[in-house]
């Protein structure tokens, strides 16, 4: 099992397009993945589920990654949210 700790750097935190695109990228990979943030843990692979939790910008997660891939799958899904998921990262955050 691999955790990181992120910042989330988009401006918009994890609304509709941000989560489809971070959801997008989880499926591609056979591990679980979780985003955890507020006493909550979420599946990465539903947009619906990630929405539920109400992820700001600037707000602290953890990614949790387990299983066969769980290296691979970090590593981009990391990539993916420091990146600002299709927007623009707010500077300072990270």
Avoid: F, Q, W
């Amino acid at each position: 099992m691999i955790t990181k700790s992120l910042t989330v750097v988009n401006p918009s935190g994890l609304h509709l397009r941000p989560a489809g695109l971070l959801s997008k990228e989880a499926v591609k990979y056979k591990c679980e993945i979780y985003i955890r943030s507020k006493g909550k843990t979420v599946t990465a692979k539903s947009v619906l589920k990630i929405m539920t939790a109400g992820i700001k910008c600037g707000e602290k997660i953890e990614l949790v990654c387990d299983g066969e891939d769980e290296k691979e799958a970090s590593e981009a899904l990391t990539e993916a949210i420091m990146s600002g998921l299709g927007e623009e990262p707010v500077e300072g955050l990270e």
